[in-house]
């Protein structure tokens, strides 16, 4: 079966993420080791705090201008960040059941789309060293863009995600674009009595 979208395609669950690790954190001293903080650790930065945020009812209206150009006219939402909570589209319960028509593994093509926008700063690296970009979890497709190229997408929306953007950071300040749909074929298997919310957990390089 030919699977048009990479939302719809249970074969896919990702495009160029990292293989899965354990995650450590380097320190440059006991004491600041002891904090078990971890924006205090070597060559980290943390990317949680204010971003540029769109809502989009469908990826078809995402176009390639939304990810290559900052669109500051858009709003402030702070990430860690689920956008229902913060007013864009009604929260949802459901028990049993799916919030949609069940034909798997398609989804509705009303599908609330995310559009997550702020600059990234190219660290100083030594010879050797990895630029890697983490993604705490998003709910529930995720596709990564800097500087309008695309950088990978991930499915699985309570696991981290990893993409090596070493030679992606081609200028001083990057645009890291974060393109969020609320529906995808792992949908199918994320159901559960909850409360539908979607959006971006903290992510870090």
Known sequence: MA????????GLPHRHRLPARAY????DSPEAAAT??????R?????????????????????????????PEWGRVRVPHLWQVDGYGPLQYTDEGFP?????????????TGVYQRELLRPVLA???QAVLRLDGV???????LNGEFVGMTKGSRLSAEF????????RANLLSVKVQQFSDGTYVEDQDMWWRRGSSATST
């Open 3 to 10: 699977h048009a979208n990479d939302w719809e395609n249970p």
């Open 24 to 27: 450590f954190f380097g320190y």
């Open 36 to 41: 078990r903080d971890r924006a205090r650790s």
């Open 43 to 71: 060559g980290f930065t943390d990317l949680s705090g204010l971003w540029f945020f769109r809502l989009f009812d469908s990826p078809r209206r995402v176009h390639a201008e939304h990810l290559a150009l900052p669109h």
């Open 100 to 112: 949609f028509p069940v034909k798997q593994p398609l989804v509705p093509s009303h599908n609330p």
């Open 127 to 129: 010879p050797g060293e």
């Open 139 to 145: 709910d529930s497709y995720a596709e990564i863009y």
């Open 164 to 171: 090596d953007v070493t030679e992606l950071l081609t200028r």
